[in-house]
């Protein structure tokens, strides 16, 4: 593995895999694996969810500084539909294009150097792709101690957790006392977006799409929301921010790039983290020059690896995050062999919190 594909920088290549070593799955043969032994779910071609495929593929082997886990539930993100749609992916060095970049387990394997973690502990970790599977590997130092009887909500937290972290915390240097908006505030990333900056003390404005995510949302902390299919919705929200927002993270895409500096305090600070459509966008410069805003873009997977490991050592070290008291809502769980219907129902867009795939069931697919 290069030092570039580790860092994320292969990330959207779209280069074609040798799965030779790998073979088709029905549940019918699965009494001689042959010496494969982990089944998983890969992109078998760009398309809908019904390109979602089970494979089997070799076990693999964890180099130095790597984990090899044992899945029991990994998150669904947004970013896997779009790999699927796309069949572009973001890890080159796995056998097939196996999505999933969160997952919780056991440990079953250390590589060399590895000091902090031994076999049967309970973890949850943010990974490169591959944690739709049965056994993936992880690096050690973005992997955090996770309790045996919460796995289901570990495989729920890294990915949101670290971009919460990176954006709010490292970039924008959200403060006590400061004002947040979040667009897109029960999505994954939003409600742990929300908890991070509430428990950091600052106060959390979210948009929503309809009246029950705006109750979700004020549960896990918001202390105001709107539903962003109102009529009067911009207009009330500009209304309603006065000086403005301290900081803006944009969940929902594109779509307020131009009003966003309409909401923000003077010297505010603007993230983006989703380009939706990834139609260009024009800008208005005046408006921005006006507020003297700050504006960033960020994609949490393609940081470099060292990076990542000094995110998961600022937010495990930091004496007022405590990552027990997180709350992670589960919107739905499917099993992996059903992860096109985990892709259905994200599309859907129905969805509040994460979705996730169980795997510790054995996996019974049906082609
Ligand atoms: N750049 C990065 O590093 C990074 C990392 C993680 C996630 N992300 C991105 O962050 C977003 C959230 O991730 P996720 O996995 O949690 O996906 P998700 O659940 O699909 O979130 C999409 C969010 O966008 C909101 N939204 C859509 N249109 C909106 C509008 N017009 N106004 C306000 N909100 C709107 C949705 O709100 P409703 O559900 O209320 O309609 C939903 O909360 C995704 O776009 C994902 O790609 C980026």
Redesign the pocket.
């Known amino acids: 593995m290069s030092a570039d594909d580790r860092n994320g920088d292969s990330a959207d290549r779209n280069t074609s895999f040798d799965t030779a070593e790998c073979l088709p799955y029905l549940f019918s043969q699965t009494s001689d694996r042959s010496g494969l032994a982990v089944q998983t779910i890969h992109i078998s071609r760009a398309g809908g969810p019904e390109v979602l495929q089970g494979i089997i593929c070799p076990q693999p082997q964890p180099g130095p500084g790597e984990l090899l886990l044992r899945v029991s539930y990994a998150g669904v993100?947004?970013?896997d539909c779009?790999q699927r749609a796309s069949a572009r992916h973001p890890n080159i060095t796995l056998p097939a294009n196996i999505p999933g970049l969160e997952v919780a387990g056991e440990v079953m394997a250390c590589g060399p150097g590895v000091e902090n973690f031994r076999p049967g502990d309970s973890v949850c970790a943010l990974i490169d792709g591959g944690g739709y599977a049965e056994m993936c590997l992880a690096d050690a130092a973005l992997t955090l101690p996770w309790p045996t009887d919460e796995l289901r909500t570990g495989a729920a937290l890294p990915?949101?957790l670290f971009?919460a972290w990176y954006n709010l915390i490292e970039l924008a240097r959200l403060r006590p006392g400061e004002r947040l908006l979040i667009?897109?505030?029960?999505?994954?990333?939003?409600l742990i977006a929300t908890q991070l900056a509430v428990m950091g003390g600052a106060e959390v404005w979210s948009?929503?799409?309809?009246e029950e995510?705006r109750a979700l949302s004020a549960s896990f902390g918001a202390a105001r929301t709107f539903n962003?299919r109102a009529p009067d919705f911009l207009p009330a929200l500009q209304e309603a921010v006065g000086n403005g927002m301290d900081v803006i993270l944009d969940?929902?895409?594109l779509?307020?790039f131009n009003s966003n500096p309409k909401l923000a305090a003077d010297g505010g600070r603007i993230i983006y983290?989703?380009s939706?459509s990834g139609e260009p966008v024009p800008l208005n410069g005046a408006a921005l020059m006006t507020r003297q805003v700050w504006i960033t873009a960020?994609?949490?997977?393609q940081l470099p690896r060292e990076h990542k490991a000094r995110l998961a050592a600022a937010l495990t070290g930091a004496h007022w995050l405590d990552l027990s008291a997180i709350r992670l809502h589960i919107d739905s769980e499917y099993p992996l062999a059903e992860a096109a219907r985990a892709h259905e129902r994200?599309e859907s867009?129905g969805?509040?919190g994460k979705i996730l795939l169980a795997v510790s069931e054995p996996v019974q697919f049906h082609q």
């Open positions: 993100n947004r970013h779009n990915e949101g971009t667009h897109g505030g029960t999505s994954g990333v939003g948009t929503c799409g309809n995510k962003y969940l929902s895409g779509c307020y983290l989703s939706s960020s994609r949490l997977r994200m867009g969805h509040a």
